[in-house]
């Protein structure tokens, strides 16, 4: 059984930084896609950063590239997104997702979720 578990979240002023942590369980993740997805009250989940693990390549959307760096840790099969210069809109419950497969930014393509981390910034 797959699991995701998130940690790393808490309270940041703005132009701080957080790193969260995924570490996952229950599968071997070569071939599948590691990803984080986060959701502020009253809105769609959103992605933010996706890392297919066997090439390592990344992708990010606009509004957080340059500034989320998501990478791997292969020994202890851990995810984790490196957030720096953060905004009050980066505000929101940060999720880690897994699916077998390629990149894809599509949250109904993730298989597996973790319970989410809380990340807040004030201003």
């Known amino acids: 059984q797959v699991q995701l578990i998130e940690s790393g979240g808490g309270l940041v002023q703005a132009g701080g930084s957080l790193r969260l942590s995924c570490a996952a369980s229950g599968h071997t993740f070569n071939s599948h896609t590691m990803a984080w997805f986060r959701q502020a009250p009253g809105t769609e989940r959103e992605f933010v950063a996706a890392l297919y693990w066997n090439s390592g390549n990344t992708y990010y959307p606009d509004n957080v590239k340059g500034r989320f760096t998501i990478s791997r840790d292969n020994t202890k099969t851990a995810v984790y997104l490196q957030m720096n210069s953060l905004k009050p809109e980066d505000t929101a419950v940060y999720y880690c997702?897994?699916?077998?497969?390629?990149?894809?930014?599509?949250?109904?393509?993730?298989?597996?979720w973790g319970q989410g981390t809380q990340v807040t910034v004030s201003s």
């Open positions: 997702a897994a699916r077998y497969g390629t990149i894809t930014n599509s949250k109904r393509e993730y298989d597996y």
